[in-house]
Structures are given as structure tokens and as C-alpha cells.
């Protein structure tokens, strides 16, 4: 079932129905993964909500403009379809959302809950018509799910052999070139030397089969995306805690090939020897970062920007979500950032593309997860602690 945020508008016994839906279905994370669940998403104005989330304080470059997609609680990680459909995993919630914007008006219609009743289902990714989810320890798959969306089939179990650890547990996931799932395995520590899988990236087939580790040394990663003309991994990986405000960065991989190691815990961000784990270890035997990203902003979703709307110099940059320190004594992060690429390839060092989420160097009004470009040529960014997604476009 949906609620179509349009219809809202014309009920005066909008808060009557509201509470009634509530009632009517409670949040309970021991609920049977795959039951629906109803969301509501009460429909406001663009100005109301322009307001509500303070958008006057984001700055962006001169032609972008920001407003908000759509309202939804703890908004993750995304992935769309060929149709357009926007599915949004979460981390806090339990729920599995699919958002439409059936009239093309740059804001969302309806809001359906997929799934639900799954552990931390940060991960979505889409092939083939079915929706991939990654929890904690197991991936789904829900077939079909396009004609479905009001009705959603239970998900199935493609894969149920990733670590159940929570720390550094909830995945993001992408389908590569190759047709392959790449599914992140983070370290279940700060610091520590685990043993497979761990502080890995993998990948497996569709149907679950032909688990192998793709790539090692990689802490964190919850952010990865191929090169639109090389077809190349490229990733975030988040740097370590507990060395001090300034190091290590977090960092920005490129992955050719199967096989590399990018260093953890022995060596973080290409030359810093890790003070317990790095004793009789050589940073120069690890894959460097491409870019070193700034210590403790939390670097997690990024795309490259294949749209035609922004101005050419955007063409095939790397957007970045930083979602903001957490331990630092001064915060940093909170931003999206964009590092540029020229024609030989070479990235350009990141620089703030849309910032503000910060106030007074202590306020928090958000907190970037990540980004994702639509057909139209926009790029969404979800925001977790305020539980929205929002849409930047560009006017000439």
C-alpha cells in the first residue's frame, strides 16, 4: 500500500487520519522480515519544506539550487532503477523504501515500505527487474519488485554467510560491470588485525553463488562506484580512530584489478605506519590512496556525476557524501564534496560542493549519507539524521 503525498493535501481531517494510520501500524523491529509496513509522508509545499530544513543554509556553487525530494527516516544508501523508481536502505529503521515521482516534477509522489523487519538494511542495489538488500550478515532479494510496490513479495535469501558484527557491519552494495554483487566487509574494530573476510571487499554472483574476496586492506568502506569509460572500481574507505584530530584520512581507492591491498591495519592513507599493527611493515608494499580525503569526515557514499545538466566541467567528477566526524574535537565533515576529473583521468583534490549541514562549527542540521544520480540529470543526497533526501538541480 502507498499514501500519494497529493491526495494528503485535500483531506481538513488530515491529522485525525494520520494518527489513525499510526495506530493502525506501530514500528516493532521484531517484526517478520518481508511483512509490509505502512510509511506516511505528510505532503507540504516547497517553501514549507525549503523552511523546515533550513535549506537557506546550504551553500552550493553559483546555478545549483537545492530542495527536497522526499521525507524519509533514516534514509541511507540508494540505488534506481531504468524506471526511476528510488529505493532507499536505512540503518536505524529496520524498512526498505521505494520512492516514485510518478508526474516527472522533481519531487516525490508516493512512498512504499518494501521490506521490512530486516537487520539494518542499509544496502540496495538493482538488476534485472529485483532488488537486492544488504543487512548486516545476509542478502535478499526481492524479484520483480517494480510491479509489486504496493504488494511487495517476501524477500528471499541470496546470501547468509557475511559476519554478523555490527560494528562496521552495515553494507553498502553495487552490482559491477561484470554482473557481479560487490559486498564491503569492514573490520570489527577501530583496529585490529581480523581474519577473513574481514576489512575486505567481495563479491558474489547474482544467485549467491561464487563468493570471493575482490580486494584487501580496506577498513570501512560504505561508498563505491565504477568509472563510467574505464569501468574501474573506485572507492571510500574510513580512516582509523584514536591518532589524534588530524590523522589519518579517510581515502579515495581506485581498484583495476583483483588482488590489490590497500594497507589496513599496517598502513593508513598511503604513508602512515600504524603504531601497534605497522611494527617491521612497509607502507610502499600497499595500493596508495588515489586522494586522501580529510581525517574523520566520515567519507561515505560517492558517484561519478553521468548527467548532463551540470556544467561540463562536472562530467564524470566524483561527488562524496562526508557524514561528519564523530569523536573529532573540533567536527568536520558534513558536506558533500566534489573532486573533478580531467580527460586523462586524473581527480582533482576534493573541494565542498554543498556545505552547511554544520552550523557555528557545532550544530548539526544534517548529516550527508549518500549521493545518486537520476536520469534527469539531478543528483539526490539522503540525509539520515533528519530523515530526508534532497534533490540539487542546475539552472543556467
Not at 64 to 82: G, H, L, Q, T
Not at 181 to 207: F, H, K, Q, W
Not at 225 to 242: E, I, S, V
Not at 359 to 365: E, F, I, S
Request: aromatic share 10%; glycine share 10%.
Amino acid at each position: 500500500m502507498f499514501f500519494s503525498i497529493s491526495s494528503l493535501k485535500n483531506f481538513a481531517t488530515l491529522s485525525i487520519a494520520l494518527v489513525s494510520v499510526a495506530q493502525m501500524y506501530s514500528c516493532d523491529n521484531n517484526t517478520t522480515p518481508g511483512i509490509k509496513r505502512e510509511d506516511v509522508t505528510i505532503s507540504q509545499n516547497d517553501d514549507q519544506l525549503f523552511k523546515k530544513y533550513n535549506l537557506d543554509k546550504i551553500k552550493l556553487p553559483p546555478g545549483f539550487k537545492i530542495s527536497v525530494y522526499a521525507e524519509a527516516d533514516n534514509a541511507r544508501s540508494m540505488c534506481v532503477s531504468s524506471n526511476g523508481t528510488l529505493f532507499v536502505g536505512t540503518r536505524g529503521g529496520n524498512k526498505v523504501l521505494a520512492i516514485t515521482d510518478e508526474n516527472h516534477d522533481g519531487k516525490a509522489d508516493k512512498v512504499y515500505v518494501v521490506a521490512s523487519g530486516l537487520n539494518t538494511p542499509n544496502g540496495v542495489a538493482f538488476k534485472d527487474g529485483n532488488l537486492f538488500i544488504g543487512t548486516i550478515s545476509t542478502i535478499y532479494r526481492l524479484d520483480n519488485i517494480e510491479s509489486k510496490l504496493s504488494n511487495p513479495p517476501a524477500p528471499r535469501v541470496v546470501y547468509d554467510k557475511y559476519p554478523a558484527d555490527k560494528h562496521h557491519g552495515p553494507k553498502f552494495i553495487a552490482f559491477g560491470p561484470d554482473g557481479k554483487l560487490y559486498v564491503p566487509v569492514g573490520a570489527p574494530c577501530n583496529i585490529c588485525e581480523p581474519g577473513t573476510p574481514y576489512a575486505s571487499m567481495t563479491r558474489i554472483n547474482p544467485d549467491g553463488t561464487g563468493f570471493e574476496i575482490f580486494a584487501k586492506g580496506i577498513r570501512n568502506s560504505v561508498g563505491f562506484a565504477w568509472h563510467p569509460l574505464t569501468k574501474q572500481l573506485w572507492f571510500t574507505d574510513n580512516g582509523r580512530d584514536m591518532l589524534g584530530d588530524d590523522i589519518p584520512g579517510d581515502e579515495l581507492n581506485n581498484a583495476p584489478q583483483a588482488g590489490m591491498n590497500f594497507g589496513y591495519p599496517y598502513c593508513h592513507q598511503g604513508d602512515i605506519l600504524d603504531p601497534e599493527f605497522g611494527k617491521g611493515k612497509n607502507c610502499s608494499d600497499y595500493t596508495p590512496p588515489v586522494k586522501r580525503l580529510g581525517a574523520h569526515v566520515a567519507s561515505l557514499g560517492m558517484r561519478f556525476y553521468t548527467g548532463n545538466i551540470f556544467p561540463a566541467e562536472y562530467k564524470n567528477s566524483i561527488f562524496i557524501a562526508e557524514h561528519g566526524s564523530w569523536n573529532r574535537s573540533v567536527p568536520v565533515g558534513y558536506r558533500v564534496v566534489v573532486g573533478k576529473m580531467d580527460a586523462t583521468g586524473n581527480v582533482s583534490d576534493p573541494v565542498p560542493f554543498a556545505e552547511g549541514w554544520l552550523q557555528n562549527a557545532t550544530d548539526v542540521n544534517g548529516r550527508p549519507v549518500d549521493v545518486q544520480v537520476l536520469g534527469d540529470g539531478s543528483m539526490l543526497v539522503s540525509d539520515d539524521y533528519k530523515g530526508v533526501i534532497y534533490r540539487i538541480t542546475y539552472i543556467p
